[in-house]
């Protein structure tokens, strides 16, 4: 079987600024990655990258096979961004359909893949609010449910729990490991630890490099704690040790 995502000594930066070197990440179909660091550490970038917005600098980055970038790729993906982007003076079935057409939902299923996408975000009862009139955690879940909407083989999620609360967290967690057994792959940016411990596997980074890698339990394991929070401290403490930092 051909991985999802395959990722290979990818360096990538803006202008002279490098902040991703050394990656390396593969991702199985049906598999869920959380990519987890600290704010400004590279996790939209490397999203981006893998999104093809970022053309690699060194390295490769494949997508379903293909390398990236390429444009028609980009309707197999389901996107959702850090921020969101929706039509303030349209309602939220408004938005969905909008969204629904553009990545090719036909009219026939469009409804019927609304109320999927809506459920499963709780926004059933709200769709015909503005969405001006959302609070910052509708707007959240209104953009999970878009990214959603036509069941892509593989999603990208950067950061899609901010502003939710934990029992609606724990629902779409559900639906999420009930698409990934369905094949779908999944891969989302989180500064969340728990989410991350949801995850089939988990990608470190801090300062541009991976630092630890792999399956939660084997992470705890491998380090002697009993955290995915404690691995992260530990996994940091090594790299500011073997790069001399404080
Ligand atoms: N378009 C850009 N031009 C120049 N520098 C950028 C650009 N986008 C990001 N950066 C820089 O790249 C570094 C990594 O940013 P990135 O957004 O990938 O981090 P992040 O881990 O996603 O952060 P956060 O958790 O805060 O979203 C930061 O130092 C940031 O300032």
Known sequence: MKATIEVKNLQQGYGQKTVLNQINLSLMPGKILALIGPSGS???T????IMGMLRPRKGTVR???????????????????QTDALYQSLSAQENLAF????QGLRKQQLQAQINYAAKIVRLN????QLVKNFSGGMKRRLSLAIALLAV?????????TVGIDPELRQHIW??????????????????????AEQADQILMIRQGAVIAQGKPQELVKKYQ??????????????????SGND
């Open 42 to 44: 590279g996790k939209t």
């Open 46 to 49: 490397l999203v981006n990258s």
């Open 63 to 81: 997508v379903l096979g293909q390398p990236v970038p390429d444009r028609q790729l980009l309707s197999r993906i389901g996107y959702m961004a």
């Open 99 to 102: 969204f629904g057409a553009l």
């Open 125 to 128: 009862s709200s769709l015909n």
């Open 152 to 160: 892509p083989d593989l999603l990208i999620l950067d950061e899609p």
């Open 174 to 195: 559900l639906e999420l490991h009930h698409l990934a057994a369905q094949g779908k792959t999944i891969l989302l940016t989180t500064h969340v630890m728990e989410d």
């Open 225 to 242: 704690v009993t955290s995915i929070e404690e691995v992260f401290l530990t996994a940091g403490r090594k790299q500011d040790a073997n």
